[in-house]
Nanobody, 116 residues
Framework: QVQLVESGGGLVQPGGSLRLSCVSSGKSFGVYVMGWYRQAPGKQRESVAS???????NYADSVKGRFTISRDNAKNTVYLQMDSLTPEDTAVYYCNAVFGRLADYWGQGTQVTVSS
């Protein structure tokens, strides 16, 4: 069983930055596709960014050029650097780990609020 624990959320002013972290307790972290999702009040959960085992990244159009996903396999950690934040980025951010059809794990989420 893999446990994912997110941290780094909080309140930030528009234009500010935050870095989210997600630490995995499981083994073989490096084989997982890691992703960040978010869910705003009244909206469906949406994909924000993902990074493959080989380091290939994908981003939602709404965050391209502002967010950067990265991973440190030695630390079993995936990061989401969020810059130029806007109120529309306010949401609960979730970490996800996928290994084909064999595994699909979620963290408990961390709140990000962008407000002046």
């Amino acid at each position: 069983q893999v446990q994912l624990v997110e941290s780094g959320g909080g309140l930030v002013q528009p234009g500010g930055s935050l870095r989210l972290s997600c630490v995995s307790s499981g083994k073989s972290f490096g084989v997982y596709v890691m992703g960040w999702y978010r869910q705003a009040p009244g909206k469906q959960r949406e994909s924000v960014a993902s990074i493959s085992a080989s380091g290939n990244t994908n981003y939602a159009d709404s965050v391209k050029g502002r967010f950067t996903i990265s991973r440190d396999n030695a630390k079993n950690t995936v990061y989401l650097q969020m810059d130029s934040l806007t109120p529309e980025d306010t949401a609960v951010y979730y970490c996800n780990a996928v290994f084909g059809r064999l595994a699909d794990y979620w963290g408990q989420g961390t709140q990000v609020t962008v407000s002046s």
